[in-house]
């Protein structure tokens, strides 16, 4: 956590509500010690295995509230959870989710707010991917996790044309590189690509990434660290590590990006939707004023959050068959 951002203030514009839930984050930022940078791989389980108990705890009411129906599989060989929304009708569409952490924490479990709130915003079963963490599992091994469980579900007779890829922060990294291991190996691509805040060039050549960088909760120090966790050695120009830089001339899906306006990721959202029309691919980029990074699940209540999970609903609607 960048303890810094907490000096900034709440910026004017926002609702009440997300201003209310804003300022509890700015004084917890300025409350807690600076965590100490992983350095070795008990370390970074160390730190895993903390954020995971936070994030389970301060998720739990409101996942209580949603009720979702919850149950662990293995697709594939890798672990998932299967989330279906409260009452719901199975109309065999899927999306599949892939978690944010930074590429070095989180998990299908700690993440599992988002995921429920997707599942019940949307109204469709999700499945949420427990993927190997940096830098116990590198790009290539995440990658060949998501594309193993993808396949999995058209195996199990799952319609592609009901198939979205879903992906927050690093998680909407590896969602759009994933797709374009999918295309390029021949493998139906997912109807439809929905990223929050994503990561999408590890070389860090955006704007944003110092023009906000101090109002950003994100530690950028942190973040470098990540970085080499998930791709050590790797050429960061690759597609499949910074998808920035694929071809989508040669096709791509519908892509939906949200993004706030004060998180240092905002530049990678912005480049890759331009990269994405210049090759004639659809692309819809929205921007929320004065909201942080993965703000979707922790506002959900606020009327930014409210918006942002119902234009998620109506994008899902519009591409995905059922």
């Known amino acids: 956590m960048n303890k810094d951002a907490a000096n900034f203030e709440v910026a004017a514009s926002v609702s009440p509500e997300a201003r209310a839930k804003l300022e509890g984050i700015r004084a917890f930022l300025a409350a807690i010690p600076a965590p100490a940078i992983p350095q070795t791989l008990a370390d ?8 995971a108990v ?43 989710y892939v978690h944010g952490g930074g590429f070095v924490s989180g998990s299908a479990r700690a993440n599992l707010l ?11 079963r999700l499945i949420s991917i427990d993927y190997m963490l940096a830098p116990r599992g590198t790009w290539d091994v995440i990658l060949d996790q998501v594309a193993t469980v993808w396949t999995a579900l058209i195996e199990q007779g799952v319609a592609p044309g009901g198939m979205g890829l879903f992906g927050d922060s690093a998680g909407g990294c590896i969602a759009a590189a994933a797709t374009l291991l999918l295309r390029d190996r021949g493998m139906a691509m997912p109807a439809a690509l929905i990223m929050l805040s994503p990561v999408t ?3 860090g050549e955006g704007d944003t990434t110092v023009t906000l960088a101090p109002v950003d ?16 050695g790797a050429d960061l120009t690759d597609p499949l590590v910074s998808p920035i830089f694929g071809d989508f ?26 990269r994405l029309r210049e090759a004639g691919q659809s692309s819809r980029l929205e921007l929320y004023e004065g909201m942080p990074h993965v703000f979707q699940s922790l506002l959900a209540d606020a009327p930014e959050g409210r918006a942002a999970w119902a234009e998620m609903a109506a994008f899902w609607s519009e591409h995905l068959q059922s």
């Open 114 to 124: 988002t995921a429920a709130l997707a599942a019940a915003t949307s109204g469709r």
């Open 54 to 96: 936070l994030a389970e705890q301060l998720g739990r009411s409101a996942i209580e509230a949603l009720a979702p129906v919850v149950t662990e599989r293995i697709l594939g060989g890798v672990a998932v959870l299967d989330i279906c929304p409260r009452d719901h009708r199975d109309d065999g569409s899927v999306i599949v």
């Open 201 to 203: 060039d590890l070389h």
């Open 217 to 232: 909760y994100l530690d950028a120090t942190v973040r470098h660290l990540a970085r080499q966790a998930y791709a050590p």
């Open 249 to 274: 001339a040669k096709g791509y899906p519908p892509v939906l990006l949200q993004v706030g306006t004060r998180e240092m990721l905002l530049s990678d959202s912005v480049r890759l939707h331009r």
């Open 44 to 51: 970074f389980d160390a730190a895993a295995a903390r954020g």
